[in-house]
């Protein structure tokens, strides 16, 4: 009786959506998989942005009567108020009592204990389309998991908000890190049940397994569609200034150059208590759920401020931009400190690092990107699911 109805009333809504036009995440498309999970012992990979509507996806399968045995969390954890970094811990769930078993510490992929008894597993995280964001590589793993003890992925697929262009260096295999599993570019224009399919497809799993997978794709979704996330992904990306400016601003994290952590503005700027001659600073400080420990707390940070930089620029070039590394490596007085091991694990490469170093132009770094570019938009072309 309640699933019928819950079901009846996600149909009527996602029939009003679909009217007006909006786009539809996997989650939402309740009839497209609620069949798939009946009778079944469910495993959720989810967080905060795991949502159908304003409901979250858990509190929508237990009251359609499905029995969800556990929940798995990736990093910045289940309610996604953890900063950058922080060890997620394992534990209960608050509302639903159920265990929660973090995929961000200790561990990072479900053990054979995790997933015994488990007849399925359903993945819903909001990904930003950019390699080193971890929920790739907590999909990878989860895929690995059930490849090897043989039980089905169900990914409710999600929009893409960077999903309109490709760009950034391809990952060479000798940095290969949690932050980037793949030979994929920086900027992928991929949605995560996409991404999984390449996985799948492209063997890259270990021992070249693949996962018994099925993806319940968004609607009215395309590679040029410009989604507004309902809910900010993780704490520091607060609103879509933020994930846009993302992919370009998040390579300082691999350097000395503060990005607004400790700010209500993060990946809106950066700058460094070093830089001079600026008109525009700011004092990093320790804010609960976003920024506990962010660098130089308390110090004044001479820098650029990107609150009013137009992001149409970013959309209509479909580029990551590079002026922004440029402009800040110029400006830092010791550049023999500016930039740390991270770097090149941002990057997938040590030439970039070589690049900036040696003062090469934007041309000659965009013509090196160009060979890798070209291979992996002939692999990406086989597993899309979105015009």
């Keep these: ?5 819950i079901v009846a009333v996600l149909t009527v809504f996602m029939a009003l959506t ?7 995440p996997g989650a939402c498309r309740t009839n ?4 798939l999970l009946g009778r079944k012992r469910i495993a959720l990979v989810a967080n905060h942005t795991s949502l159908v509507g304003s409901v979250h996806l858990l509190d929508t399968l237990l009251s359609s009567g499905l029995d969800v045995i556990k929940v798995f969390t990736p990093e910045h954890g289940f309610r996604g108020d953890l900063d950058a970094g922080v060890k997620v811990p394992a534990g209960r769930d608050a509302k639903t009592d159920l265990p929660v078993i973090s995929l961000y510490g200790k561990k990072v992929k479900p053990s054979p204990a995790d997933l015994k008894g488990i007849d399925i597993v359903l993945f819903d995280l909001q990904d930003v389309g950019v390699r080193f964001y971890t929920y790739l590589s907590t999909l990878t793993y989860v895929m690995e998991a059930c490849a090897e003890n043989s039980v089905p992925l169900l990914v409710l697929d999600r929009p893409n908000p960077n999903g309109f262009y490709i760009d950034g260096p391809v990952l060479e295999p000798a940095f290969r890190s949690f932050v980037g ?7 992928y224009g991929m949605t995560i049940g996409e991404y999984a399919q390449m996985v799948n497809g492209e063997h890259w799993l270990r021992d070249s397994l693949t996962c018994q997978l099925t993806v319940i794709p968004c609607f009215g979704y395309t590679h040029d569609s410009l989604y507004h996330l309902p809910v900010k992904p993780s704490p520091n990306l607060v609103d879509m200034r933020s994930v846009y400016l993302y992919p370009s601003l998040a390579f300082f994290e691999g350097t000395v150059i503060s990005v607004g952590r400790g700010t209500m503005f993060p990946f809106q700027m ?9 008109t525009f600073s700011f004092i990093p400080a320790s804010i609960p759920g976003m920024s506990l420990h962010p660098p130089y707390a308390g110090k004044t940070c001479c820098g650029t401020d990107l609150r009013n930089f137009d992001i149409l620029i970013l959309i209509n070039k479909k580029e990551l931009i590079i002026d922004f590394l440029f402009d800040a490596y110029y400006r830092f007085p010791d550049k023999n400190k500016f930039f740390n091991s991270f770097f090149d694990l941002l990057a997938g490469t040590s030439a970039l690092r070589e690049q900036i170093k ?6 000659d770094i965009r013509r090196s990107w160009l060979p890798g570019l070209t291979a992996f938009k002939e692999i990406r072309k086989k597993y ?3 015009p």
């Design 270 to 278: 950066y700058g460094h208590p070093s830089f001079q001659e600026c």
């Design 32 to 35: 497209g998989y609620f069949p």
């Design 384 to 386: 899309l699911l979105y």
């Design 1 to 5: 009786m309640w699933r019928r109805r």
């Design 181 to 187: 599993l793949h030979p994929v570019p920086v900027v």
């Design 18 to 24: 679909a009217a007006s036009g909006q786009i539809i």
């Design 358 to 363: 040696g003062h090469y132009s934007e041309e």
